[in-house]
T-cell receptor
Framework: QKEVEQNSGPLSVPEGAIASLNCTYSDRGSQSFFWYRQYSGKSPELIMF????GDKEDGRFTAQLNKASQYVSLLIRDSQPSDSATYLC?????????FGAGTTVTVRA | GAVVSQHPSWVICKSGTSVKIECRSL??????MFWYRQFPKQSLMLMAT?????????EQGVEKDKFLINHASLTLSTLTVTSAHPEDSSFYIC??????????????FGPGTRLTVL
């Protein structure tokens, strides 16, 4: 069983729509959760981190965490063509990050 | 967030040669740095955790004699790929872990080094 699983893509959304990305993790003791964005050929850049159950909003991005369900999600509101990228979910435990396989998002103009 | 640099950004070498990649933490002293490898269309895989002043901790399946890591100062870690072969061609990325409580456990990544072994 993979430690971090993401919904398979690619995900195509029209400009202005909401993109919804999901991630589940296997280690119930995990405490820190991250979403990174990675453009093709580039390294990952941090979008958000979330530590507590509930929602966390930052601009057009909202992360949601449910530790009981071992589930973390990312919503991108008012999607823009510049949001087209691969989104990586990462979970921190045992002093290191474990990454999901990523979900590629394409925003259609 | 932290600012991390890597050098070189890309390198092409012949099979059998060694390649050194540098990772620098530019705005704080990093006692711990991480090295990842990413193959095309795949996610990041942690290779090793680099600890200043001590030996690196390698992940299972990563050959420590092939991927030499040196963390000689609080701002510099190096990864040397020894006797590189075409299957070592990959995107190598380092990261540093934030020292602040506001973004605890957060890792910030360098721009990566693309290695091509001919």
């Amino acid at each position: 069983q993979k430690e971090v699983e993401q919904n398979s893509g690619p995900l195509s959304v029209p400009e202005g729509a909401i993109a919804s990305l999901n991630c589940t993790y296997s280690d119930r003791g995990s405490q820190s959760f991250f979403w990174y964005r990675q453009y093709s050929g580039k390294s990952p850049e941090l979008i958000m981190f979330i530590y507590s159950n509930g929602d966390k909003e930052d601009g057009r991005f909202t992360a949601q965490l449910n530790k009981a369900s071992q589930y973390v999600s990312l919503l991108i509101r008012d999607s823009q063509p510049s949001d087209s990228a691969t989104y990586l979910c990462a979970v921190f435990n045992d002093y290191k990050l474990s990454f999901g396989a990523g979900t590629t998002v394409t925003v259609r103009a | 967030g932290a600012v991390v640099s890597q050098h070189p950004s890309w390198v092409i070498c012949k099979s059998g040669t060694s390649v050194k990649i540098e990772c620098r933490s530019l705005d704080f002293q990093a006692t711990t740095m991480f090295w990842y490898r990413q193959f095309p269309k795949q996610s990041l895989m942690l290779m090793a955790t680099s600890n200043e002043g001590s030996k690196a901790t390698y992940e299972q399946g990563v050959e420590k004699d092939k991927f030499l890591i040196n963390h000689a100062s609080l701002t510099l870690s190096t990864l040397t790929v020894t006797s590189a072969h075409p299957e070592d061609s990959s995107f190598y990325i380092c990261s540093v872990q934030s020292p602040t409580s506001e973004d605890l456990d957060t890792q910030y990544f360098g721009p990566g080094t693309r290695l091509t072994v001919l």
